[in-house]
Nanobody, 121 residues
């Protein structure tokens, strides 16, 4: 079992950049795929980006493709989400997840507590 803990959220202006980090406890971090999801007020949680445990294959939602980059450092048990050219519609609570299976059908999945990202116009 793993426990993700997010950090790095905050208040920024449109066009700014922000990097989220997710430190994960547990000795089996490298065997889990990692993903970032977000939930805006009044909306369902949605997929943002994921990186596989095996080959480091990355996946992105269309809304963030070209602006966000996910990466992982297995030596530090940490996954990152570099967010560039932020838009007000990126405002949400961002959740880190460690999972097996696929990002669209993860099982099991371990969630972090979330970190708030607010982008002002």
């Amino acid at each position: 079992q793993v426990q993700p803990v997010e950090s790095g959220g905050g208040l920024v202006q449109a066009g700014d950049s922000l990097r989220l980090s997710c430190a994960t406890s547990g000795r089996t971090f490298s065997s889990y795929s990692m993903g970032w999801f977000r939930q805006a007020p009044g909306k369902e949680r949605e997929f943002v980006a994921a990186i596989s445990w095996s080959f480091g294959t990355t996946y992105y939602a269309d809304s963030v493709k070209g602006r966000f980059t996910i990466s992982r450092d297995n030596a530090k048990n940490t996954v990152y989400l570099q967010m560039n050219t932020l838009k007000p519609e990126d405002t949400a609570v961002y959740y880190c997840a460690a999972y097996r299976g696929t990002y669209y059908n993860p099982n099991p999945v371990y969630w972090g507590q979330g970190t708030q990202v607010t982008v002002s116009s």
